[in-house]
């Protein structure tokens, strides 16, 4: 299946300091594909270079997909490269939405906690809890409001009594207090959460009681220890199908080695963020690099792009 659109940019609004959305529709004003709260697209920059953008909006809405995008300097540049390129009437290709972030439909209760940009997701979410009558709260913490997106949209949660903002000044210290907010798990009650990685240890840290499968989260940037870890040594891959043996060697990824073998394998984010790569294994000691599998799924699944294997040989299902 081919797994990209060409979509037009609709709108581009200011909506916080450097924060911009970007409304993206059907170039013939028709329906988009379907997606589901927690949902991201690829968007494709040109020069090869794709970004994972978490979609904002009301999945209900079926003839846009709305994203919001910090200008992030200090990162890979993608942020940086959409701000100063896209401009309203352009048609760029993104992918089908995907969903590593879902809601779990068991809930009787959800804590959104998002940190700055990291609300576009549990945006998405909260419009959908709204609309099914679930119980929840959406935690919004920022430095300061200028800092904040969607205002307008955001005013119906504010409204309903569900929206809290917290804003510490740029002190964590002074913000929301996650470890106290989280101190009680509730039965039914899941927690979602997405933000800086600041913010993101703090969530870990006080959901490290909350029983499994009731926590979620989705890191939109790797946290910076991954970013200097280093790839532990060589391994050999095995292809289940055919038996072919393929050297991965210390310092290449086993997607790149794949494909440049011949063995073609999907990647988008190459930082174990978007699961594009996430591959069935049978055999192997597996070192999981990865943001997004949980421990049930790491015993049977491994992302390509970043995991290594500590013993010899891995065997891949493909
Ligand atoms: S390409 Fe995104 S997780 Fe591997």
Redesign the pocket.
Known sequence: MNDTLQVLVRQIRFEGKGINSYELTDPDGGELPPFTSGAHIDVHLGDGAVR?YSLSNDPEERRRYVIGVLKDDGGRGGSSTLHRSLHVQDVIAISRPRNNFPLADDAKKVILLAGGIGVTPLKSMAHSLQRAGVDYELHYCAKDPAFTAFEDEMRRFADQGRLHYHFDGGDPTRGLDIAALLADPAPGTHVYYCGPSGFMKACEGAARAWEAGTVHFEHFKAPDVAIEALPAGAFQVEIASSGRLIDVGADESI?DVLNREGVPV?????????????TRYTSGTVDHR?Y?LDDGERGEYL????SRCDSERLVLDL
């Open positions: 994972q997607a999907e990647t988008s984010c190459q930082s174990g963020l978007c699961g594009t790569c996430k990865d997004i992302t390509l792009c970043v």
